[in-house]
C-alpha cells in the first residue's frame, strides 16, 4: 500500500520497505539536459497529480567501473534525484542523515544497497537521505571562460549538493525530519564532497554535523588545474566553444571525459599531468560555491560550531590493485608525494614491509588519513577521529576502501558485503559498535568517545577489540608535516 507525503512542488507516494517508509526517486531540482547541462542546478517545477515516489530514479550519467558499490547502473540526465527513509510522516522532528556517495566523483548513485539507511531510521529513529548530484564532465569541468552562466560549470556537482540539503532543509518536516537537525555524510568523494561543503559558504547553515569517511578538505583543482582539464576536453571533444559542447551528445562528453582522464593521469590522484595530486574533474576553485580552497576557509574559522566526525581505513589503496610494485617505483612514489625521506620513515616502522605494503602504506595515508588529520588540526575543535583496522578475510585487501561502508550502515547482510568481508564468523560486533557511534552522532553530535586535540591526538580505532588510541602511527603522521 503507498503512503503519501507532500512536498513544496508536489505531493509523492512511498511505500513500506524494510520496516520503515521509502520515498524513492524524488527531484530536488531541475533537470539538467541539453541547454542546461553545464549550469548551476535550478528549481523544479511544480506538479499537481501525485508522483510517484516508490522506485530510484536514474543515476547520474557516467562509465560504471564495475566495482563492488559501483556496478554498471541505469543512468539518465534527468538524474538530480534523492531518497527518504523514515519511521513516520510526523511532527516528531527527527535528526537527518544526508548521505553523499563516492566514486571519484566519477560513478555511483544513491540508490546502492549498502547505503540502506534503514537500520538507521529503525535503530536511531533518524531520518536518512540519499543523493545523486552530476558527475565527472557533466558536474566539473569549468567552462566560466564562456561566460557568468558557466560560473559554476567547475564545481556543480557541489552545487547540485546544495540545492539537495536546501530542499531537505525546505521539505524534510514533512517526512518526520527536523532542518536544524541535519548531518551530512559521505564516503571516499563523498568524504570529499562533505569536506567541501564544509568550507563553502554557499552551504553554511544547511548543517549541523558532518561526517567525512576516507576524504576531507583536500583533493580539489586550482584553477590553473581546472583549465588544463576543460581544454583538454574541448579537444577530446573536437569543439571550441560552448555551443559545441552543449550539442554534444551524453555519449560523446564521456567517451571524451575518459580520453582526459587517460591523458592526465597514470595513476588515482597521485601521477597526474595537472601540477596537484589530484584526479581530473574534481570541483574547480575559484567560484563563489567554493572562492578558496575548503581547507584555508576551514582554519580560518567557517562552520567552526559544526561537529565533525571524520577518519579512513588502514590499508585503503589496496583497492586500488596497483600490479608490480618493486623498490623503484616504490621511490619514485615517495618522491612524487614531495619527500623521498618519508619512505625511510615507514621502512623504519614496518621492516617486515614488502615494496607493494609500503607503498599501499604511503598512498593510503597521503590520499586519506593525513587529510582527515589536518581537517582536525584546521578546525581546532568540535571534531572527533577514528581509524577502520578490521581487516579483510581476503588478505590481500586488509583495511581496504570501502570496506568501513556496510559496517556504518549496519548492513553486513546486504548484496555484496560476503564477497567483500570473507568467509568466516560474522563480524557483526564491529558493526554494532561502529554503527552505534555513527548514531550517537547524528542524534547528539557526540560519538561517544574522546574528541581530537592536537595535544593528545585520541582517536577511535574500529577493530575487532575496539578502543580509543593516543595518536597512532604517530611517528609516520609526523613525516608529512610541511608536505602537501
Same mark, same amino acid.
Given at each position: ?65 564495475? +566495482? ?70 557533466? +558536474? ?33 518536516? !514533512?517526512?518526520? +525530519? ?9 564516503? !571516499? ?10 568550507? !563553502? ?121 596497483? +600490479? ?39 598512498? !593510503? ?71 552505534r557511534a555513527w548514531t550517537r552522532f547524528i542524534r547528539d553530535g557526540d560519538p561517544g ?36
Amino acid at each position: 500500500m503507498g503512503v503519501n507525503a507532500t512536498t513544496r512542488t508536489g505531493r509523492v507516494q512511498g511505500r513500506e520497505k524494510d520496516g520503515v517508509l521509502l520515498f524513492a526517486g524524488i527531484p530536488y531540482a531541475a533537470p539538467p539536459v541539453a541547454g542546461r547541462r553545464f549550469r548551476a542546478p535550478a528549481a523544479h517545477e511544480s506538479w499537481t497529480d501525485v508522483r510517484d515516489a516508490r522506485k530510484f530514479g536514474p543515476a547520474a550519467p557516467q562509465i560504471a567501473d564495475g +566495482g563492488i558499490t559501483n556496478p554498471p547502473v541505469r543512468w539518465d540526465e534527468d538524474c538530480l534525484r534523492l531518497n527518504v527513509q523514515t519511521r513516520a510522516l510526523d511532527d516528531a522532528g527527527r535528526p537527518v542523515l544526508v548521505w553523499i556517495h563516492g566514486g571519484g566523483y566519477r560513478t555511483g548513485q544513491g540508490a546502492v544497497p549498502w547505503y540502506n539507511g534503514a537500520r538507521f531510521a529503525a535503530n536511531g529513529d533518524i531520518v536518512a537521505v540519499t543523493i545523486n548530484y552530476r558527475l565527472g564532465a557533466l +558536474g566539473f569541468t569549468d567552462l566560466s571562460r564562456f561566460g557568468d552562466e558557466f560560473a559554476t560549470s567547475g564545481v556543480n556537482g557541489i552545487a547540485d549538493q546544495i540545492a539537495a540539503l536546501e530542499w531537505v532543509r525546505d521539505n524534510i518536516a !514533512s517526512f518526520g +525530519g527536523d532542518p536544524a537537525k541535519v548531518t551530512i555524510a559521505g564516503e !571516499s568523494a563523498g568524504g570529499f564532497s562533505v569536506g567541501t561543503l564544509l568550507g !563553502s559558504p554557499r552551504a553554511e547553515g544547511l548543517f549541523r554535523g558532518v561526517i567525512a569517511q576516507s576524504g576531507a578538505a583536500h583533493h580539489c583543482l586550482p584553477p590553473s588545474a581546472g583549465q588544463t582539464v576543460a581544454d583538454r576536453f574541448l579537444e577530446a571533444l573536437g569543439v571550441d566553444n560552448v555551443i559545441g559542447v552543449e550539442a554534444a551528445t551524453v555519449e560523446a562528453i564521456l567517451e571524451a571525459q575518459a580520453s582526459v582522464c587517460r591523458a592526465l593521469e597514470r595513476g588515482p590522484g597521485l601521477d597526474t599531468q595537472l601540477g596537484v595530486p589530484v584526479s581530473a574533474f574534481y570541483p574547480v576553485i575559484g567560484s563563489d560555491v567554493l572562492p578558496e580552497a575548503p581547507l584555508e576557509a576551514i582554519h580560518r574559522g567557517l562552520n567552526a560550531d559544526v561537529k565533525v566526525l571524520a577518519g579512513s581505513n588502514r590499508d585503503e589503496t589496496t583497492l586500488w590493485g596497483y +600490479g608490480e610494485v618493486d623498490a623503484g617505483r616504490l621511490d619514485r612514489t615517495a618522491t612524487r608525494l614531495g619527500n623521498e625521506r618519508i619512505l625511510d620513515v615507514y621502512r623504519r616502522t614496518r621492516p617486515e614491509a614488502t615494496a607493494r605494503e609500503l607503498l599501499t602504506a604511503l598512498t !593510503s595515508d597521503h590520499m586519506f588519513r593525513i587529510p582527515a588529520i589536518r581537517l582536525a588540526e584546521a578546525r581546532g575543535g568540535n571534531t572527533w577521529l577514528y581509524q577502520f583496522n578490521w581487516r579483510s578475510r581476503f588478505q590481500h585487501l586488509g583495511a581496504t576502501h570501502a570496506l568501513e561502508i556496510p559496517f556504518v550502515f549496519d548492513n553486513l547482510h546486504q548484496p555484496g558485503v560476503d564477497a567483500f568481508i570473507g568467509e568466516g564468523p560474522s563480524p557483526q560486533h564491529v558493526a554494532d559498535d561502529m554503527h552505534r557511534a555513527w548514531t550517537r552522532f547524528i542524534r547528539d553530535g557526540d560519538p561517544g568517545f574522546a574528541p581530537y586535540t592536537a595535544e593528545r591526538r585520541k582517536t577511535m580505532v574500529f577493530d575487532d577489540t575496539s578502543g580509543v588510541v593516543e595518536d597512532p602511527d604517530g611517528e609516520e603522521r609526523a613525516a608529512w608535516e610541511g608536505l602537501r
